[in-house]
Nanobody
């Protein structure tokens, strides 16, 4: 599985960005996966931000982003989105999408990773 992220950029605090993650798999197998967004800031550990199970649509959010970020998918486009609103400087990080066969796999160590997209939020 190849994953390609896009949509990162620089915004001021309070702004919004939408990240996209396109998976290079058959449309018929796309919804058998779970896809997650992770982030890593310099000097910090990697953090799981949000996950979605493409088979049943269930979602998980880190406490730090609940109410501000929304994960969604377009199964016809093999794409998962992360809508990020009310961004804060502490959201600044390199954001990765990753895939595995279920959310449990994402929580452990995902099998597939994208290359990342940078998000920078200035105060």
């Amino acid at each position: 599985v190849q994953l390609v992220e896009s949509g990162g950029g620089s915004v001021q605090a309070g702004g919004s960005l939408r990240l996209s993650c396109v998976a290079s798999v058959s449309r018929y197998t796309f919804d058998t996966y779970a896809i997650g967004w992770f982030r890593q800031a310099p000097g910090k550990e990697r953090e799981g931000v949000s996950y979605i199970s493409l088979s049943d649509g269930s979602t998980v959010y880190a406490d730090s982003v609940k109410g501000r970020f929304t994960i969604s998918s377009d199964n016809f486009k093999n794409t998962v989105y992360l809508q990020m609103n009310r961004l804060q400087p502490e959201d600044t990080a390199l954001y990765f999408c990753a895939a595995d066969y279920d959310i449990y796999g994402l929580r452990a160590e995902p099998d597939y990773w994208g290359q990342g997209t940078q998000v920078t939020v200035s105060s």
